[in-house]
């Protein structure tokens, strides 16, 4: 079965390594480049299926990569950057990126962007590879994006199901609620924003509605939610 391929232009040899490693670690085949040029060069004459791209890049940056690569292709992009101004999201999105992540940053909400981004975009490897996740009567089916109780299917929104479904994905995963929001809104969070807290109010209702016996989704009181 051929991998998934990811290009990770990022200068500083530290964090190109360990985003490549984690990236492999994870059934993904990366590869790393260290300055604009080398991105520009290989993204040119290699077959990738997405794109982890650094700002601050020797030579021509990494706003200038994006720029020119949305001249000759559709690639999905994941940003990172030192910058976490609004302003300076806002412009990257406008260029093409896909998404934005800020150093410093955690390899598991990494991970959790890549297949986000992967899968919105229709990434072979996603549609190669449907899974069943699985919490007790709770079954989610990646493939047909629905979820059942104990064989009976839930009625939930396209949202309820993201958070649902990242949530059975990482298990042992404290999520906050910037990283949910993020991940399923690809906007950033704002803590007065009550948008998420209905969400997760509905899809908590719907699973206890469906099994009134269990508690899914626990709140970790200060830190967020993860399965119980």
Same mark, same amino acid.
């Given at each position: 079965?051929?991998?998934?391929?990811?290009?990770?232009?990022?200068?500083?040899?530290?964090?190109? /390594?360990?985003? &490549?490693?984690?990236?492999?670690?994870?059934?993904? +085949? +990366?590869?790393? +480049?260290?300055?604009?040029?080398?991105?520009?060069?290989?993204?040119?004459?290699?077959?990738?299926?997405?794109?982890?791209?650094?700002?601050?890049?020797?030579?021509?940056?990494?706003?200038?990569?994006?720029?020119?690569?949305?001249?000759? /292709?559709?690639?999905?992009?994941? =940003?990172?950057?030192?910058?976490?101004?609004?302003?300076?999201?806002?412009?990257?999105?406008?260029?093409?990126?896909?998404?934005? #992540?800020?150093?410093?940053?955690?390899?598991?909400?990494?991970? =959790?962007?890549?297949?986000?981004?992967?899968?919105? &975009?229709?990434?072979?490897?996603?549609?190669?590879?449907?899974?069943?996740?699985?919490?007790?009567? #709770?079954?989610?089916?990646?493939?047909?994006?629905?979820?059942?109780?104990?064989?009976?299917?839930?009625?939930?929104? +396209?949202?309820?199901?993201?958070?649902?479904?990242?949530?059975?994905?990482?298990?042992?995963?404290?999520?906050?609620?910037?990283?949910?929001?993020?991940?399923?809104?690809?906007?950033?969070?704002? &803590?007065?924003?009550?948008?998420?807290?209905?969400?997760? /109010?509905?899809?908590?209702?719907?699973?206890?509605?469906?099994?009134?016996?269990?508690?899914?989704?626990?709140?970790?009181?200060?830190?967020?939610?993860?399965?119980?």
């Amino acid at each position: 079965m051929e991998q998934t391929r990811i290009l990770v232009v990022e200068d500083d040899r530290e964090i190109n /390594s360990m985003l &490549c490693e984690m990236l492999d670690e994870n059934g993904y +085949a +990366a590869e790393g +480049a260290f300055t604009g040029m080398e991105g520009l060069s290989r993204l040119r004459s290699g077959d990738y299926d997405l794109l982890i791209l650094d700002l601050m890049l020797p030579y021509k940056s990494g706003d200038a990569v994006l720029q020119e690569l949305r001249s000759f /292709s559709s690639l999905p992009v994941i =940003v990172i950057s030192a910058k976490d101004t609004v302003q300076n999201k806002l412009d990257l999105f406008h260029m093409g990126a896909d998404d934005y #992540l800020t150093k410093p940053f955690d390899l598991d909400e990494v991970l =959790v962007r890549v297949e986000a981004v992967l899968g919105r &975009c229709g990434s072979s490897e996603a549609q190669r590879a449907p899974e069943i996740l699985k919490a007790g009567k #709770l079954a989610v089916d990646t493939e047909s994006k629905t979820a059942s109780v104990d064989g009976q299917e839930l009625v939930l929104t +396209a949202k309820e199901y993201g958070i649902l479904e990242l949530l059975m994905r990482y298990p042992h995963k404290v999520f906050s609620k910037a990283n949910l929001f993020e991940s399923i809104w690809n906007e950033e969070y704002a &803590c007065e924003d009550n948008t998420l807290n209905v969400h997760m /109010s509905n899809l908590r209702n719907k699973l206890k509605a469906a099994d009134p016996e269990t508690e899914y989704i626990k709140t970790v009181w200060g830190m967020g939610y993860r399965m119980n």
